[in-house]
C-alpha cells in the first residue's frame, strides 16, 4: 500500500512513523527510512532497519519504505507537469503490491508531493494538533485529500483522538514534539475569570445559610408546638366560662375547707361538705380520716360545679 502522512510540524506525524517501525521490527520486516535522527538502537532487532534509498526499488521485496520530507528535491517533489510520467521510480508505484512493498511519504501537505503519488496513494493520514497537547487528531481517508484541514472533508474521514506514545520519545531526537507547550485558549481563560468568582461567591452563600438556616426551622417547629399545646387549654377554658355548659368544670386543682362529714358504714359510705354545702369528691379513706380526725382543715380537691 501506498500512504500518505501530512502534518504541520510537530503534530506527531513522524512519531507516527516510528510506531510503524517498531511494529514492523517486532514482526522481523526489514524497515528501510530517512528520519532524520532516528536511533536503530533502541528497537528489539535494529540490524533490519537500515538507511532508505532515494530509489525504493532498491530494497528487497516486502520491504517497509518511509520517506520523511519526501518533497526533497532528490526524492518525490511535486511539479507542474501533467503529462506523462518520465520518473521510473514513479511509473513502478503502479504495480508496487507485485514485489510486496509498502511506501509511506510523509510532508507537510498533499501538494508538496508529486500528483503521481497522490494518485497512487490508497491512504491518505493526516495530523491536527491543538495547543500543544500531547496527542492530535488523526483523520483517514481511503484516497488523498486534497484540503484535510476542511471541517467538511474532515467530516468524511475515520478520525480518532490519538494519544502521542511517549515511550518512542527517546527513540529519535525531535525539536517540536517535546518543547510545544499546552496553550489555553483565550476564550476559556476569560471564562475562568468569570468562573472561578462565582463558584468562590456561591461557596460562600452556602457556607452562610448553611449556619443560619437550622435556627429557623427550630424556631417555627418551636412557636407550633406552643401553639398546640396551647390550643386545647384555651378552649377549655372557653368552653369553662360558658353558663350552664356540659364543660362548665376546670382542671385546676383547688383547696377547699371541709365543713362537716357524714359517713354510714353499714352501706360504707362516707360524704363531705364544703362552706357552700357543695359535696366535695374525695377518696373514701380520706372521708373517713377527717371523720376521725374532726379538726378544721383544707383539703385539695377537684372541685366540680352543677
Known amino acids: 500500500m501506498i500512504t500518505l502522512m501530512t502534518a504541520v510540524p510537530g503534530s506527531g506525524k513522524t512519531l507516527y512513523a516510528i510506531s510503524l517501525i517498531d511494529e514492523a521490527n517486532k514482526s522481523g520486516r526489514a524497515v528501510y527510512q530517512n528520519i532524520d535522527g532516528l536511533k536503530p538502537e533502541m528497537f528489539d532487532n535494529p540490524s533490519i532497519i537500515f538507511d532508505a534509498p532515494a530509489d525504493w526499488r532498491d530494497t528487497p521485496d516486502g520491504s517497509l519504505v518511509i520517506y520523511d520530507e519526501c518533497q526533497q528535491p532528490h526524492l518525490y517533489p511535486a511539479n507542474a507537469k501533467r503529462g506523462l510520467v518520465e520518473d521510473e521510480r514513479l511509473t513502478a508505484m503502479e504495480t508496487h503490491r507485485h514485489t510486496g512493498h509498502d511506501l509511506v511519504f510523509i ?4 501538494t508538496f508531493v ?11 493520514i493526516h495530523f491536527y494538533r491543538a495547543r500543544g497537547i500531547h496527542g492530535a487528531m488523526r483523520y483517514e481517508w481511503s484516497h488523498v485529500c486534497d484540503s484535510p484541514n476542511d471541517r467538511k472533508e474532515q467530516q468524511r474521514a475515520d478520525s480518532v483522538m490519538w494519544k502521542f506514545p511517549k515511550q518512542y520519545y527517546e527513540y529519535y531526537q525531535s525539536a517540536t514534539i517535546h518543547t510545544h507547550k499546552f ?17 468562590v461567591y456561591l461557596g460562600y452563600r452556602f457556607m452562610y445559610f448553611s449556619m443560619i438556616k437550622p435556627s429557623e426551622p427550630a424556631l417555627a417547629k418551636a412557636s407550633a408546638a406552643e401553639q398546640v399545646a396551647s390550643t386545647p387549654t384555651l378552649q377549655t377554658e372557653q368552653q369553662a366560662n360558658v353558663p350552664n355548659s356540659p364543660y362548665n368544670w376546670t382542671n385546676t386543682p383547688e383547696t377547699v375547707p371541709v365543713m362537716g362529714c357524714a359517713a354510714n358504714r353499714k352501706i360504707n359510705r362516707c360524704m363531705c361538705f364544703g362552706a357552700n354545702g357543695v359535696t ?16 378544721p382543715r383544707g383539703i385539695t380537691v377537684k372541685q366540680q360545679s352543677y
Request: charged share 10%.
Open 280 to 295: 366535695l369528691h374525695m377518696p373514701h379513706a380520706q372521708c373517713l380520716t377527717v371523720i376521725n380526725s374532726p379538726l
Open 114 to 124: 508529486h500528483h503521481h503519488v497522490r494518485k497512487l496513494a490508497g491512504q491518505h
Open 107 to 110: 510532508t507537510q501537505a498533499p
Open 183 to 199: 496553550r489555553m485558549p483565550a476564550k476559556l481563560k476569560l471564562l475562568l475569570c468569570f468562573l472561578v468568582p462565582a463558584l
